[in-house]
Antibody, heavy 119, light 106 residues
Framework: DVQLVQSGAEVKKPGESLRISCKGS????????VAWVRQKPGKGLEWVGV??????DRRYSPSFQGRVTISADKSNAYLQWNSLRASDSAIYYC??????????????WGQGTLVSVSP | DIQMTQSPSTLSASVGDRVTITCRAS??????LAWYQQKPGKVPSLLIY???TLQSGVPSRFSGRGSGTEFTLTISSLQPEDFATYYC????????FGQGTTVDFK
């Protein structure tokens, strides 16, 4: 079975750096796009960006370009911040595509990682 | 950038009702449109992709239509477990979500 298991909740201060992870199993991790999706408390879903682990081809939403970095290795995808802001507080989901095509919709989701940024 | 707009934002309905949610794209997207359901505190769940293809395991009371810029998600007979928030998403070389439509009890 396809599984995406994300790292645990984080509590950080503004200005700190952070990397959260998403470990895929039950399939060949490098052959499917993995995306990150943000959800602020009580708000909707926001597409952060996506990466193809095999060659690290990646795309970012304009709203997140320059604020975060998406990376991957053979079995994990990562979402990284160099300097957190309070407005980055949210649940971050990773999600996997159905196929290796450029159709970035997601039948498979991680459980979410809660990031809290507060002074 | 392609923007996705859903209407209504909230929809009040009763069990057994036929419910339709609309999603509009700011430019034509062919049929590159997915629908998700999210219940409070839960992970989003894919319902439909390619505008009208039902994801495996999703009940047949859910259906999707549309192409170009206008799309609909219809629940033919609302069940208690369908009270949730629904999101559309454009996905071809992009990934914008609509703002969501919450279906609650009338």
């Amino acid at each position: 079975d396809v599984q995406l298991v994300q790292s645990g909740a984080e509590v950080k201060k503004p200005g700190e750096s952070l990397r959260i992870s998403c470990k895929g199993s039950g399939y060949k991790f490098t052959n499917y796009w993995v995306a990150w999706v943000r959800q602020k408390p009580g708000k909707g879903l926001e597409w952060v960006g996506v990466i193809y682990p095999d060659d690290s081809d990646r795309r970012y939403s304009p709203s997140f370009q320059g604020r975060v970095t998406i990376s991957a290795d053979k079995s994990n995808a990562y979402l990284q911040w160099n300097s957190l802001r309070a407005s980055d507080s949210a649940i971050y989901y990773c999600a996997r595509t159905l196929s290796s095509s450029w159709s970035w919709f997601f039948p498979f989701w991680g459980q979410g990682t809660l990031v809290s940024v507060s002074p | 950038d392609i923007q996705m707009t859903q209407s209504p934002s909230t929809l009040s309905a009763s069990v057994g009702d036929r419910v339709t949610i609309t999603c509009r794209a700011s430019q034509t997207i062919s049929t590159s449109l997915a629908w998700y359901q999210q219940k409070p505190g839960k992970v989003p769940s894919l319902l439909i992709y390619r505008a009208s293809t039902l994801q495996s395991g999703v009940p047949s009371r859910f259906s999707g239509r549309g192409s170009g810029t206008e799309f609909t998600l219809t629940i033919s007979s609302l069940q208690p477990e369908d009270f949730a928030t629904y999101y559309c998403q454009y996905y071809n070389n992009g990934g914008a979500f609509g703002q969501g439509t919450t279906v609650d009890f009338k």
